[in-house]
């Protein structure tokens, strides 16, 4: 995967048939459905693949548990269905994780009992485990942070755990071996459209030279997520909203908070919500938050109240009890929720369902939807795009089809960090051998080497430190402070690989700190 092929491709091809605007989950997974199809296929990101919402999620791929307790059973079907998918066709990247509950009143066990073993049935044959109700001892010795007093009992249940922007980039790779043009760093400024005011193409700034080209293509998609309205405003003479932001956010603490290879599970927190306590990269995420934005930017940054919220539900519920001094980093990220019928609507009321929207100038947009349904989202799209835009006929093939880097990937293999790389690990480790000095850590206390960084920056099109320690190496998700301290190592390399000089060095770490400080809790900004 490399830009400079993928920009020769453009610049070779006159027109296209499926044109997406957009690299995250839904635009990824477009680009795949429509390549595998046959389609002449272009991706168009403005900036990195998944560095919005794609990338800041709770890592989990499940049915959804709390839409079961909502009575959204289609969702949940279709969610299990396509969790199994994701288990099968990335399974580098997708691993059942148990998970536990624990409860405090007498009701609880059997209420929770009950309801997931109708989460198991909905998933049939694609079940990852059976659901069951456990006494308290077992409860502890599953979770032996747990808060104890009070405790009576715990249900177990099963669903699925990935690596998000890692799975993004597989799907970017996946989309380009079937034939896909797929491109970072290429933001879409304005809409091409015909006398009758039809879509039949875009304007694309490479945002690295500042050069402009024209795509002309039969079906344009927007799959820009929470930047839907932005694009809308370039389609539509009379604008309204089409999406509504949710932030959610998620802290990340050392593994003794919880050390476990199950997961926590609150599913009644003071408001309502659900959180999670989740084993992620030998750390713990806890999340989320649900809280509606007017407004919102590329980089979300957590809310004193939600930072408050998470630590104070995660101290009511673990005996080792988290402080934000504990905090290794914070990452908030913006759901696109189908904007409601109804104004004044909360976010548990806005669908979490996704719908996809025609314009009278032909446009196909995407909203909602989540990372767990991305490959039927992508199915349903380009189903329409084939009835509103008279492509040739194809069936979708993305249910059997593997993405880069499936292999089989036992418990034991994943005690080696490289195992997200998948069947790319033989060639990581011979960069290692052909050039000695990547075998050099990262940072001292992780097992990431320059090997990685190399990997990145030449086959997976990282182009700045950001792209690198936040979506190829996920360091700054998981300890901001070490990503800060290791960023000058990762510039250097960018800056020899890709031949820039002294200035953009510079420059590319003096940004870098600034985003990674909005990782960190305000008084321990460095």
Not at 198 to 222: F, L, P, R, Y
Not at 410 to 439: C, F, S, V
């Amino acid at each position: 995967m490399n830009r400079l092929e993928q920009l020769a491709k453009l610049q070779q091809t006159p027109n296209w048939d499926v044109i997406i605007i957009g690299g995250g989950a839904c635009g990824l997974g477009t680009a795949v459905d429509a390549a595998t199809r046959g389609y002449k296929t272009i991706l168009l990101e403005a900036v990195d693949f998944s560095k919005g919402t794609s990338s800041r999620s709770t890592k989990l791929v499940h049915g959804g548990v709390r839409y079961l307790e909502q009575g959204n059973f289609p969702l949940v079907i279709e969610a299990l269905k396509e969790r199994g998918l994701m288990a099968k066709n990335a399974r580098h990247l997708v691993r059942n994780l148990s998970f536990v509950i624990p409860n405090y009143n007498w009701w609880g066990g059997y209420f929770y009992a009950f309801g997931l073993t109708i989460y198991d049935l909905l998933a049939g044959r694609l079940s990852l485990g059976k659901s069951k109700y456990i006494s308290k001892k077992k409860t502890i010795k599953l979770l032996p942070t747990v808060e104890q007093k009070g405790l009576r009992s715990g249900v177990i249940y099963h669903d699925g755990q990935f690596d998000d922007s890692r799975m993004a980039i597989n799907l970017a790779q996946t989309a380009i071996e079937y034939g896909a043009c797929v491109l970072n760093y290429a933001k879409v400024i304005h809409l091409l459209k015909d006398k009758n005011h039809q879509v039949i193409g875009v304007v694309v700034e490479d945002q690295e030279t500042g050069k402009k080209h024209e795509i002309k293509g039969t079906a344009v998609i927007n799959a820009t997520g929470v930047f839907t309205n932005s694009i809308m405003k370039m389609n539509d003479k009379v604008y309204k909203k089409y999406i509504v932001p949710s932030q959610g956010i998620h802290l990340v603490f050392d593994k003794s908070f919880l050390p476990s290879n199950d997961a926590l599970m609150i599913p009644k927190t003071s408001d309502g919500r659900v959180l999670f306590a989740v084993p992620w990269h030998d750390k713990i995420v806890i999340g989320t938050t649900d809280t509606l934005k007017k407004s919102h930017n590329l980089e979300p940054i957590a809310t004193e109240k939600e930072i408050d919220f998470v630590l104070e539900t995660a101290q009511r519920f673990l005996s080792k009890k988290p402080t934000r001094a504990d905090v290794l980093s914070v990452f908030a990220g913006l759901r696109p929720l189908s904007a409601p019928e109804k104004e004044g609507q909360s976010t548990k009321e806005v669908s979490r369902s996704h719908k996809i929207i025609v314009s009278e100038t032909g446009l196909i947009t995407i909203t909602g939807g989540k990372w767990t349904t991305y490959r039927k989202i992508a199915e349903d799209i380009i189903n329409k795009a084939i009835i509103v835009h008279n492509l040739p006929k194809s069936a979708c093939k993305t249910e059997h089809i593997s993405i880069h880097g499936n292999q089989i990937t036992t418990t034991l293999d994943r005690e080696n960090h490289l195992y997200i790389y998948g069947t790319d690990i033989p060639k990581i480790l011979q960069l290692q051998e052909n050039e000695p000095e990547l075998k050099e850590k990262l940072h001292p206390n992780y097992d990431y080497t320059m090997a990685e960084v190399a990997w990145a920056i030449r086959y997976e099109m990282a182009r700045t430190i950001e792209d690198i320690l936040a979506r190829r190496v996920r360091l700054l998700f998981l300890d901001a402070r070490a990503a800060i301290a290791c960023s000058k190592k990762v510039a250097d390399l960018l800056t020899k690989e890709l031949g820039y000089d002294e200035i953009w060095k510079q420059n590319q770490i003096a940004v870098f700190k600034t985003l990674a400080n909005g990782f960190l809790l305000k008084e321990f900004r460095l």
